[in-house]
């Protein structure tokens, strides 16, 4: 199924210890490139995130944040280094005899000071292990969103292929039109140039502006290669894995095609039916950008 790189995903999961909310931000990418905002405390999980992202994903650039909180029962309990603030008395009074100016510590400076008060030590593993099973989920529904805006983009691209097959149609049915139209023009021009022919004349001249004229006409190659690609890229629609980059790839022989046969126009319609073409082109080219 075709998949975008444009999508968003946000879960929320709870345990004993407290919550875990993920939050996952992509975009269009060249490749895979995950930026990770983790808390300090959580950021030796990020080998095992990797690992799950390249189950799911292949492409696209990632903002992947995480956020936790934890429950009364856990909070970190609070201690006081009671002989170190007596002896950072005993030191202030000190330097207050040698300096005689100067303020005392307040209750805050005493409080900011390292070592003051001691944290107990948490217990994160039961939330690590959270994350990581919460992560599954997060990643999941941002796949499904990767979906839904696929397919969005399946009926899109879907639509211009059949539009830009309707023109090629009208090319085809066009050309006799075409080459008669330009035959009377030319056979005109050729009747000048013989009345105006003399024996010295090199007679290879002749037979070579012919050919160029004829090659001019002939923009036949290009309609059935603009056929060929448009197959191909509905039949790249339909397979079951990352497939941007080939279509990108398509998006280039098929404008390559449209600039040839606008080159090689020799009438006003053919002209804007090639326009139309590169237009088509260029709105499946966009949007190919974000598929993965």
Known sequence: MLKSMTAFSREQQSNSSGDIIWEIK??????????????????????????QLGQYLKRGKLDISLRYKLNKKTQTSIQLNADLVKNLRKVEQQVLTIVH?????????????????????????????????????????LVDNREREGKALYEMIATRCQQVTEI?????????????GMRKKWSAQLDDKLANWTESADSGRLEQELVML???????????????????????????EAVGRRLDFLMQELNREANTLSSKSQDTETTRLAVDLKVLIEQMREQVQNIE
Do not use: C, T
């Open 26 to 51: 992509s975009v269009n990418h060249r490749y895979l490139e995950p930026g990770f905002k983790l808390p300090d405390d959580f950021k030796i999980l990020e080998p095992d995130i990797r690992q």
């Open 101 to 141: 100016e100067g303020h005392s510590l307040s209750v805050a400076d005493i409080l900011r000071w390292p070592g003051v008060v001691d944290e107990m030590d948490k217990d994160f593993k039961p939330l690590q292990e959270l994350a990581l099973n919460s992560l599954n989920a997060a990643l999941q529904q």
């Open 168 to 180: 090629v149609k009208q090319l085809q049915q066009r050309r006799p039109q075409v080459v008669e």
């Open 214 to 240: 004829a090659q001019k006409l002939d923009v036949e190659e290009e309609l059935d290669r603009l056929i060929a690609h448009v197959a191909e890229v509905e039949q790249v629609l339909d397979r079951d």
